[in-house]
């Protein structure tokens, strides 16, 4: 039986048609509310939000695996009075009180979808990042990130419990919102975007079908075992390029024009949003060699592929 918390979420769904897909598998979904539209196969449990009090006996009836996937997700504009006190409490000190309690009813491998961002925010000279470089988190966000990795490891160690560490990079596919949808919706109405220019960056991405496919390879590989994995789709794109591919995907030609990066990254100050530059024209690169020498693995879905069925449930 395997255990998927953050199963109405983008990748928490992803996953669990996954599992529901192969008959042998048995898959309880822990969910906040209930859920409307899970497969029959699927058993949920309403566990609430994730809190360092929350009970998860129920769900853990029967559990010999829990993919984690429930987090309090990076946000623009965080609003909260201490951002990285409230990460803290969801992401550290909700998933230590989770794993300790999947410890204690005999769960025999814990698989946590972390981030990049406990690498860093950005990769300079063709540099990627790889699985086993120092941590080197910014943001709130990733901070909370690397401390929960942190204290999984010590819970696995004192227990016995397997942990294993995936940290993807964006996340794309069908049903994907958030900025990635935006520009999505901006390229399908034909609007004209300042970013021909951007040629020189890289940056890495993932299909949401490849992040669970990782996550399927991870449940029951010997050699994942406490440890760490970066994931990718494999090809890194400059934001000009990525642009163009999505543009194919949807039918449309992509209007860009050309305005030289300097230029973007003098407006971005102006308007007090350098975030925004470097996630358009800085790079952020994932050495992916580790996944696949010690699993065996290679992404499934090409980026053209990956990019064709998030458009094509767009135009739906």
Same mark, same amino acid.
């Given at each position: =039986? /395997?255990?998927?918390? *953050?199963?109405?979420?983008? $990748?928490?769904?992803?996953?669990?048609?996954?599992?529901? @897909?192969?008959?042998?598998?048995? !898959? $309880?979904?822990?969910?906040?509310?209930?859920?409307?539209?899970?497969?029959?196969? !699927?058993?949920?449990?309403?566990? &609430?939000?994730?809190?360092?009090?929350?009970?998860?006996?129920?769900? %853990?009836?029967?559990?010999?695996?829990?993919?984690?996937?429930?987090?309090?997700?990076?946000? =623009?504009?965080?609003?909260?009075?201490?951002? %990285?006190?409230?990460?803290?409490?969801?992401?550290?000190?909700?998933?230590?009180?989770?794993?300790?309690?999947?410890?204690?009813?005999?769960?025999?491998?814990?698989?946590?979808?972390?981030?990049?961002?406990?690498?860093?925010?950005?990769?300079?000279? *063709?540099?990627?990042?790889? @699985?086993?470089?120092?941590?080197?988190?910014?943001?709130?966000?990733? !901070?909370?990130?690397?401390?929960?990795?942190? !204290?999984?490891?010590?819970?696995?160690?004192?227990?016995?419990?397997?942990?294993? /560490? /995936?940290?993807?990079?964006?996340?794309?596919?069908? *049903?994907?919102?958030?900025?990635?949808?935006?520009?999505?919706?901006?390229?399908?109405? &034909?609007? +004209?975007?300042?970013?021909?220019?951007?040629?020189?960056?890289?940056?890495?991405?993932?299909?949401?079908?490849?992040?669970?496919?990782?996550? =399927?390879?991870?449940?029951?590989?010997?050699? @994942?075992?406490?440890?760490?994995?970066?994931?990718?789709?494999?090809?890194?794109?400059?934001?000009?390029?990525?642009?163009?591919? =999505?543009?194919?995907?949807?039918?449309?030609? @992509?209007?860009?024009?050309?305005?030289?990066?300097?230029?973007?990254?003098?407006?971005?100050?102006?308007?007090?949003?350098?975030? /925004?530059?470097?996630?358009?024209?800085?790079?952020?690169?994932?050495?992916?060699?580790?996944?696949?020498?010690?699993? &065996?693995?290679? +992404?499934?879905?090409?980026?053209?592929?990956?990019?064709?069925?998030?458009?094509?449930?767009?135009?739906?």
């Amino acid at each position: =039986m /395997i255990l998927v918390t *953050g199963a109405t979420g983008f $990748v928490g769904r992803a996953l669990i048609q996954r599992l529901a @897909a192969d008959t042998s598998i048995g !898959v $309880v979904a822990a969910v906040r509310r209930q859920p409307l539209d899970f497969p029959s196969s !699927v058993a949920s449990v309403q566990t &609430g939000d994730l809190l360092p009090t929350t009970d998860w006996n129920q769900a %853990l009836q029967g559990v010999q695996e829990v993919i984690h996937c429930a987090a309090r997700v990076h946000v =623009m504009n965080d609003k909260s009075a201490d951002p %990285l006190e409230e990460f803290r409490r969801v992401n550290v000190l909700g998933t230590a009180n989770l794993a300790r309690q999947a410890a204690a009813a005999g769960v025999r491998r814990f698989v946590f979808l972390s981030s990049i961002k406990v690498n860093g925010e950005s990769t300079e000279g *063709g540099r990627p990042f790889t @699985a086993d470089d120092p941590p080197a988190p910014l943001d709130p966000y990733g !901070v909370s990130k690397h401390e929960a990795e942190q !204290v999984l490891r010590q819970i696995g160690s004192d227990s016995g419990m397997e942990i294993v /560490i /995936i940290r993807p990079p964006l996340v794309y596919g069908p *049903g994907v919102k958030a900025n990635f949808k935006s520009i999505m919706r901006w390229l399908n109405r &034909g609007l +004209p975007l300042p970013l021909a220019a951007v040629t020189a960056n890289r940056r890495s991405l993932v299909a949401v079908d490849t992040l669970v496919d990782l996550v =399927m390879t991870c449940l029951n590989h010997s050699s @994942a075992a406490n440890q760490t994995f970066l994931v990718s789709d494999g090809e890194d794109l400059s934001t000009a390029e990525l642009l163009k591919r =999505m543009a194919a995907a949807l039918g449309r030609p @992509a209007r860009l024009v050309h305005v030289p990066p300097a230029l973007l990254r003098i407006g971005a100050a102006i308007v007090n949003r350098p975030g /925004i530059y470097q996630r358009l024209c800085g790079s952020l690169q994932l050495d992916i060699a580790k996944t696949r020498s010690v699993l &065996g693995w290679s +992404p499934s879905v090409s980026v053209e592929e990956g990019l064709r069925r998030t458009a094509e449930e767009f135009r739906q």
